[in-house]
């Protein structure tokens, strides 16, 4: 019974989760980045990163959220870049971001020194240095950052809600699927399974003086369905799979492969995220583990996922071509 889910999802998309006003406008920023990118040889990943906040009321007062922070997204995009790729960064508003996600828990004003001078007592124009202890590595990233800007490599593009995340990632997908095989989706954001339809969810803040809350909610659309038959099927897709029980984790991995038939499910736990993953793809299934030695020099596991996905998208672009 999967298909008439399949192909309903565009109606349901418009009916019940609201259009962000700006899409169209974002759709051809990505097309022509896309474009430009694939014109001057390189390929181009999308990567989703963050949570999703799912509205209990329409004047939004209360939310559902989720743990994720985005870091497996940002570290993700900046190994990315290394590897020769352009990236289109569809990330949760206020989640970490590429670079600067090394600094977040730092407090700004005290890595800035002020030095004296400038004009008046607000001592505009004053000398502010910045503490490169506090700041460790902060030249480093710097010059990273500034060149990557420089050579236009990433575009970030930001959500808040769950539905600006579905309209932005169909766009996403409508946009990349003039380069075909060179564009790769690695869906790394943890998107809410459940929601309240535009239509049932009330206006006003839900009282309290009503009584206990008992929420009822519909389950979001599986949109990658769409975007491997419809969108873009020519792309190299890769999903993200969460669990917290272990033993259903690889079952499930290979589940969504045969369901959605895309090239590749990255299977890991909650707890142990941050140092053991499974690529899993049709044919092969690999484990990514950091060792303790990894650890102590500050290696990350998306290093490792990015180094083997970007094969698996070389191989898949060769049989792409050959089967021209
Ligand atoms: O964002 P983060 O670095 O805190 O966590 C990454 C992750 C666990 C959200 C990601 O690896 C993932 O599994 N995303 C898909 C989650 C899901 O199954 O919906």
């Not at 190299?236 to 259903?248: C, G, M, P, Q, R």
Request: proline content about 4%.
């Amino acid at each position: 019974m999967a298909e008439p889910r399949i192909c309903s999802i565009d109606g349901k998309l418009t009916e019940e989760f609201a259009i962000p006003s700006h899409v169209e406008e974002v759709k051809e920023k990505m097309a022509a980045f896309a474009r430009f990118h694939a014109e001057a040889g390189r390929r181009v990943v999308l990567i989703t990163s963050g949570g999703t906040k799912v509205p209990l009321e329409s004047r939004t007062v209360r939310f559902l959220d989720n743990f994720s922070s985005g870091r497996r997204g940002a570290a993700s995009a900046e190994y990315f870049i290394d590897s020769g790729y352009a990236v289109i960064f569809l990330h949760r508003h206020h989640s970490l971001y590429p670079y600067t996600r090394m600094f977040v828990t730092i407090n700004m004003l005290d890595a800035l020194q002020f030095m004296g001078g400038g004009e008046g007592a607000a001592g505009n124009g004053a000398e502010v240095v910045v503490n490169q202890q506090v700041l460790p590595n902060i030249a480093k990233v710097l010059k990273r950052y500034q060149e990557v800007k420089d050579g236009g490599l990433l575009l970030p593009i930001e959500f808040n809600t769950l539905s600006e995340y579905l309209h932005l990632l169909k766009a996403a997908a409508q946009a990349l699927n003039s380069i075909g095989s060179k564009a790769m989706f690695y869906l790394a954001a943890a998107v809410s399974d459940f929601y309240i339809p535009t239509s049932e969810m009330p206006e006003h803040k839900i009282q309290s003086s009503n009584g206990p809350l008992q929420l009822s909610m519909k389950m979001v659309p599986k949109i990658l369905s769409p975007l491997v038959k419809d969108w873009a099927p020519q792309a190299f897709v890769t999903s993200f799979k969460l669990e917290t029980d272990a033993s259903i984790l690889l079952d499930k991995a290979r589940g969504a492969l045969d369901t959605y038939r895309h090239q590749a499910v990255v299977a890991n736990v909650l707890d142990s995220r941050r140092g053991y993953v499974v690529v899993v793809t049709p044919e092969t299934q690999a484990e990514l583990i950091l060792s303790k030695e990894d650890v102590k020099k500050e290696v990350e596991i998306e290093e490792r996922i990015v180094s083997n996905l970007t094969s698996e998208h070389s191989k898949f672009m060769t049989q792409a071509a050959s089967a021209k």
